[in-house]
Nanobody
Framework: QVQLVESGGGLVQAGGSLRLSCAAS????????MGWFRQAPGKEREFVAY????????NYAVSVKGRFTISRDNTKNTVYLQMNSLNSDDTAVYYC????????????????WGQGTQVTVSS
């Protein structure tokens, strides 16, 4: 089992920045990589970014590329999402997820999920 705990969400003005953290515990060494997803009210959960555990390979959704940066600290079993130039479209609950196999952009390919953290961008 792997447990994931997100932190760092909050209220920010448009154009501002936030950094989310996701700490993994339990059998974290079995993780292939971790991803961030988000879900806005009335919308489906969507992929934001992922990073592989060993090589640090990253992938981003088109909507956040150039504004968000995902990184990892394997010594702390923690993944970060630095979010810059935030706008109202980024308002959502952000979820951290861990995959045991191949990293993809699909929610079904992730095995463990955090409880989510709210990000609200005011215009």
């Amino acid at each position: 089992q792997v447990q994931l705990v997100e932190s760092g969400g909050g209220l920010v003005q448009a154009g501002g920045s936030l950094r989310l953290s996701c700490a993994a515990s339990g059998r974290s060494t079995s993780i292939s990589g971790m991803g961030w997803f988000r879900q806005a009210p009335g919308k489906e959960r969507e992929f934001v970014a992922y990073i592989t555990r060993r090589s640090g390979l990253t992938n981003y959704a088109v909507s956040v590329k150039g504004r968000f940066t995902i990184s990892r600290d394997n010594t702390k079993n923690t993944v970060y999402l630095q979010m810059n130039s935030l706008n109202s479209d980024d308002t959502a609950v952000y979820y951290c997820a861990a995959a045991l196999r191949t990293m993809t952009t699909m929610t079904n390919d992730y095995d463990y999920w955090g409880q989510g953290t709210q990000v609200t961008v005011s215009s």
